[in-house]
């Protein structure tokens, strides 16, 4: 199941962007829109957390829940907004704020490309870097 996680890292990169890049830019957003609640290693409580009626889940097993492979288009679409996280959650939508003229094209696990704004981008690269299989604890 690694393994299959890092192909699907490299095929992920794509041609002319970098994926380094793209998780040192994501951690950067991460930390900035979405550490005070999800903890600023992705996968503990932020500050926020704490007068949140609903706990902001771990960010780090979202590969290992689905059966090893990371769910990048729901991903992509709980932090956009279009696919509201739960009925009465509080996740509030980035996809205004991340959004720019910018695009850049990541590789579903089924290989399709994904059309994603490059900030947008960025931030599913880095959680998609900190992905681990081993067993959650939510
Ligand atoms: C105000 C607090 C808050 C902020 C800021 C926040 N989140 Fe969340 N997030 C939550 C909560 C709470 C949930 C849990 C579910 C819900 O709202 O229904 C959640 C759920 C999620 C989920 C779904 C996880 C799952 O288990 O399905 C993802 C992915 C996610 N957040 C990513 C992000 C990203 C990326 C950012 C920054 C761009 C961010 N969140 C910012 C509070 C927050």
């Known amino acids: 199941m690694l393994m299959r996680l890092a192909t699907t890292l490299a095929i992920a990169a794509g041609p002319g962007w970098a994926q380094s890049h793209g998780v040192e830019e994501g951690r950067d957003l991460f930390l900035y829109f979405c550490a005070e609640c999800h903890g600023k290693d992705a996968a503990s409580l932020g500050p ?17 829940r689905n059966y090893g492979e990371f769910p990048m288009a729901a991903v992509a679409k709980q932090i956009d907004g279009r696919q509201p996280v739960a009925a009465h959650g509080d996740m509030p939508m980035f996809g205004p704020t991340l959004d720019e003229d910018q695009f850049v094209t990541l ?9 994603v704004s490059r900030s947008l981008g960025n931030v599913i ?3 998609q870097s900190v992905q681990s299989l081993a067993e959650g604890t939510d």
């Open 125 to 127: 690269t880095y959680l």
């Open 107 to 115: 590789a579903l696990p089924s290989g399709q490309p994904m059309m």
């Open 48 to 64: 926020m957390a704490e007068m949140m009626a609903l706990q902001p889940p771990d960010l780090t097993h979202l590969a290992a």
